[in-house]
C-alpha cells in the first residue's frame, strides 16, 4: 500500500471522527430545544443541519472502498462548501461582532473548532487521495 493511500486512510478515518462531533453538537442543540432552551445557533434549523451533513456519508464511504478519484473530487467540493458554510460565516459573525445568534462564545469557538478539524482534515485527505489516485496505473494489461 502507497503512502499516500495510507495518508489518505487516516484523512477519511478522521473526517469519520468530524462528522460524529458534528452530529453531536446538532444533538446537543435539539436536546436543548426539546427542553425549553435555544439551539446552540439561533435560526438554525438543527435537524436540518444534521440531514445536510450526510452527503458526506458516501462521499466517504468511496474513498474507503478505494474510489480514491471519485473521493478526491467529491470530497473537495463537499469541504468546500463546509468551509464557508461552517467556518467562513461564523468567523464573519464573529469579526462583524454579529455574535447575538449563538448560545455562548463557547458555542461559536466549538462549532468553528469542529468544523476547522473536518475541513483541514477533509482538504489533506483530498490531497492525498489524488495524489495517491495519480500513481497507480488505471488499466493493468493481462499478461498472456
Known amino acids: 500500500m502507497k503512502t ?5 486512510g487516516i484523512c477519511i478515518r478522521m473526517q469519520w471522527i468530524w462528522f460524529a462531533l458534528a ?10 430545544m426539546q427542553h425549553g432552551g435555544l439551539s446552540l445557533i ?3 434549523d438543527p435537524v ?3 440531514v445536510s451533513l450526510m452527503i458526506i456519508v458516501p462521499v466517504l464511504l468511496a474513498g474507503g472502498l478505494g474510489y480514491l478519484r ?5 470530497n ?3 469541504m468546500l462548501l463546509v468551509g464557508y458554510v461552517g467556518v467562513m460565516i ?9 455574535m447575538a445568534p449563538y448560545a455562548s462564545f ?8 469542529i468544523n476547522l478539524f473536518g475541513v483541514s482534515a477533509g482538504l489533506a485527505g483530498s490531497w492525498f487521495a489524488w495524489r495517491s489516485a495519480a500513481s497507480r496505473p488505471q488499466h493493468i494489461p493481462r499478461e498472456n
Open 106 to 113: 463557547t458555542a461559536w469557538l466549538s462549532g468553528v473548532a
Open 48 to 50: 436540518a443541519s444534521i
Open 76 to 78: 473537495l467540493v463537499c
Open 23 to 32: 452530529i453531536g453538537y446538532n444533538m446537543i442543540s435539539v436536546w436543548r
Open 90 to 98: 461564523h468567523l464573519v459573525a464573529n469579526w462583524l461582532d454579529e
Open 42 to 44: 439561533d435560526g438554525r
Open 70 to 74: 471519485l473521493y478526491a473530487l467529491s
Open 4 to 8: 499516500g493511500t495510507v495518508q489518505a
